[in-house]
């Protein structure tokens, strides 16, 4: 491979010459991939993060102007960065959105009809309720349970929205562990 002094003259190369860019890619994949891995803390998805920050910063070559203050190195640092911080909040909204009890799992069990197994499901998530605080407790009823707003909850139980919904994720956290230590 060629021998640039500077990575701002291997990507201008390799707009020119795609096979330049692995350079690029050899020089900064393993500090990318630390940074990614710290955000998401997930193997296979700092990979994908830094597949993504590589594609972009490809693709965008021709965008860049070296500034003061502003080298490849911390372009390529933000890329990678807003990526990460891009694909960590889409994991959270999925997870988000898993249910602790799925009734799709239990829908097609043999021998059981599929109201047994609804209440048993119901019956287990009010057990495993129970075991939370207190405070937890009533925000998961009134959200999950009552069908509440965020909104009408935090004004409710008297607390600041970011409150809530940090109850809320430690909540799920909590009956997501309840349910894997009864597994």
Not at 53 to 63: M, S, V
Not at 85 to 97: G, N
Not at 137 to 145: E, G, H, S, W
């Amino acid at each position: 491979m060629l021998n640039y002094q500077t990575d701002e003259e291997l990507l201008r190369s390799s707009m020119g010459t795609p096979a330049v860019f692995g350079e690029l890619v050899d020089r900064y994949q393993e500090k990318l991939f630390r940074l990614a891995f710290n955000i998401v803390r997930q193997k296979e998805e700092a990979e994908d993060i830094v597949q993504e920050a590589f594609t972009k910063i490809y693709l965008n070559a021709n965008k860049f102007k070296k500034q003061e203050g502003a080298s490849f190195k911390s372009w390529a640092y933000r890329i990678a960065f807003n990526s990460s911080i891009s694909h960590y909040r889409k994991l959270k909204r999925t997870r988000e959105r898993e249910i602790v009890l799925d009734p799709e799992i239990y829908k097609n069990l043999p021998g059981e009809s599929r109201i047994d197994v609804e209440t048993d499901a119901r019956i287990t998530a009010l057990k495993l309720l129970d075991r939370l605080p207190n405070e937890l407790r009533r925000v998961v009823k009134m959200y999950y349970f009552e069908d509440k707003s965020y909104s009408a909850i935090a004004s409710e139980e008297d607390i600041p929205l970011s409150t809530l919904k940090m109850r809320l994720f430690r909540a799920k956290k909590l009956l997501k562990n309840m349910v894997y230590e009864t597994l």
